[in-house]
């Protein structure tokens, strides 16, 4: 079965400071990965995804992660973060389409505070 | 677009009530999931649907909670009867397209049974 596995619940940055939230998967076959984001009171939004090709993606809000299949982790960066990025973030992994392995498994997710 | 849409936003009821959560998709798409997210389990997928129909229910809990798409632009997830391990919020999303396709979601419905 997936899983995934994100191994900080909390982290503190402070205001301009980079970020980097931890992401393993574990996947049978070929993943598809996703982060998203939850502000408080919010559905998710989707950040950024990866399902195959260059393996550094970029996604929305200067996010950017890097799949690395050796290790099984798709951490997200992002060089310099601003007081509007704390929320809640989501790892998640699903699989091929036409497989009834089209919902996503989410991982518990990493609260990001900004310190000021 | 109006994105996807629930009802209620928040509903409390008592213990042995039924309790009906309601979606509306984005127009157009194809998928529609529904998932449930507590402090203790997170977001967990419950079931979806692909044109309508369900293609996998095996994260619905138990009898107690039945899902339905009647037709493309509205999705019913029921329990009945409710117990207070219910209580979280449940989202739906949509997607058009499955797999590595975005899910777009909905702001969540709180549910709370005392």
């Known amino acids: 079965a997936q899983s995934v596995t994100q191994p900080d619940i909390h982290i503190t940055v402070s205001e301009g400071a980079s970020l980097e939230l931890r992401c393993n998967y574990s996947y049978g076959a070929t993943p598809y990965l996703f982060w998203y984001v939850q502000s408080p009171g919010q559905g998710l939004q989707l950040l950024l995804k990866y399902f195959s090709g260059d393996t550094l993606v970029q996604g929305i809000k200067g996010f950017e992660a890097e799949f690395k299949r050796s290790q099984s982790s798709f951490n997200l960066r992002k060089p310099s973060v601003h007081w509007s990025d704390a929320a809640e973030y989501f790892c998640?992994?699903?699989?091929?389409?036409?497989?009834?392995?089209?919902?996503?498994?989410f991982g518990k997710g990493t609260h990001l505070i900004i310190q000021p | 677009d109006a994105g996807v849409i629930q009802s209620p936003r928040h509903e409390v009821t008592e213990m042995g009530q039924e309790v009906t959560l309601r979606c509306k998709p984005i127009s157009g798409h194809d998928y529609l999931f529904w998932y449930r997210q507590t402090m203790m389990r997170g977001l967990e997928l419950l079931i979806y649907f692909n044109n309508n129909v369900p293609i996998d229910d095996s994260g619905m809990p138990e009898d107690r909670f039945s899902a339905k798409m009647p037709n493309a632009s509205f999705s019913t997830l029921k329990i009945q009867p409710s117990e207070p391990r219910d209580s979280a919020v449940y989202f739906c999303a949509s997607s058009l397209g499955g797999g590595v396709h975005e899910q777009y979601f909905g702001p969540g419905t709180r549910l709370t049974v005392t």
């Open positions: 998640a992994v699903g699989g091929d389409s036409g497989g009834g392995a089209d919902g996503l498994t």
